[in-house]
């Protein structure tokens, strides 16, 4: 059975830093890509960043650009993605997700607050 199960979120004060993981499990987790897509109270889902099934390239969303970075451990099975510098606008619900071609996988998601 497929998952993806999401941890390490919660609350932090602005300009704090928080590193999430997903833990992934019933498929060639080296064989996808991986992406944390985030979605805060109001507003539409957001890619925020993904790294490629090798880890040898990354993207990013603007808003994200040099305090987040996205890494993987493909022996662990596991994605990261470490969060510094945080903003209040950062608060959103965090997602982990895995694609290969036209399949994908979707984890249940964890909240991050940033407030003070």
């Known amino acids: 059975q497929v998952q993806l199960v999401e941890s390490g979120g919660g609350l932090v004060q602005p300009g704090g830093s928080l590193r999430l993981s997903c833990a992934a499990s019933g498929f060639t987790f080296s064989s996808y890509a991986m992406s944390w897509y985030r979605q805060a109270p109001g507003k539409e889902r957001e890619l925020v960043a993904r790294i490629t099934s090798t880890g040898g390239s990354t993207n990013y969303a603007d808003s994200v650009k040099g305090r987040f970075t996205i890494s993987r451990d493909n022996d662990k099975n596991t994605v990261y993605l470490q969060m510094n510098s945080l903003k209040p606008e950062d608060t959103a619900v965090y997602t982990c997700?895995?694609?290969?071609?036209?399949?994908?996988?979707w984890g249940k998601g964890i909240l991050v607050t940033v407030s003070s």
């Open positions: 997700n895995a694609l290969r071609f036209g399949r994908t996988y």
